[in-house]
């Protein structure tokens, strides 16, 4: 019998891929998605539920599935207000572990960042490092926290500073090597295809860098 998903964050750049490889992969029996409006597709796998995400903690009795995948991210010129930020960079992630840990669901992938850390001085890293320690404390079987460089795909909006970063980072990943491939920019198709692989694979729980990302998409484990 196959498996069951919940997507939070279908509407992004990397979870709207990751849709689209969870409905073409036979794994997957039943996806349902999460989220604050219509997706606009149609899809004899896909159920939808149309609702607040900083309200999760009250939709227990519908949170359930084999797989909790969570692509929910804000940035700070989208978000500029802090508070507002960790609810939902902290808040929805650690809500949906809550949940998962609840209803016994078995596998929880969650997408941070490169640089999160807890005791960071920045807040935009430390909010990413508390939600990692959050998740991680749920103890749910099969726990993936992936921490991407810098995303590189096309969004539906643009973003300058992003946009000349990226192009930078077309030079520079040459030349990031050996202990540093882990800074290399990662395209949103190949994060999107590892968070899809990792619960059909036997690894540990454990936060994942960029560049294992990279391997795990390319080898299918």
Do not use: W
């Not at 640089?115 to 990413?128: E, H, L, Q, T, V």
């Not at 998740?135 to 590189?152: G, H, K, N, R």
Request: charge should be positive; hydrophobic fraction near 40%.
């Amino acid at each position: 019998m196959g498996k069951s998903a919940i997507i939070l964050g279908a509407t992004g750049l990397t979870g709207g891929q990751l849709l689209n490889y969870v409905l073409s992969d036979s794994y997957y029996e039943k996806v349902l998605v999460f989220g604050r409006r219509p997706l606009g597709i149609n899809h004899p796998k896909l159920e939808e539920h149309i609702l607040d995400l900083f309200q999760l903690r009250n939709k227990e009795e519908i949170f359930k599935s084999d797989v909790v995948f969570c692509c929910v991210g804000t940035t700070k010129a989208k978000t500029p207000n802090k508070a507002t930020y960790k609810d939902i960079d902290y808040g929805i992630p650690v809500a949906a572990a809550e949940l998962s840990k609840k209803n016994n669901i078995q596998c929880f992938v969650v997408m941070s960042s490169l640089g999160a850390n807890m005791n960071s001085p920045i807040f935009y890293n430390r909010i990413k490092g508390e939600m990692e320690l959050a998740v991680l404390a749920q103890e749910i079987p099969q726990t993936y926290v992936l921490q991407p460089s810098l995303i590189m795909g096309k969004r539906n909006e643009f973003r300058l500073g992003e946009a000349l970063f990226k192009g930078l980072m077309n030079f520079i990943n040459p030349l990031l090597i050996g202990q540093f491939r882990r800074y290399q920019s990662i395209q949103s198709t190949t994060l999107a295809l590892a968070m899809a692989v990792l619960p059909k694979s036997n690894r540990l729980s454990g936060i994942i860098p960029s560049n294992i990302i990279k391997d795990i998409a390319n080898n299918g484990n």
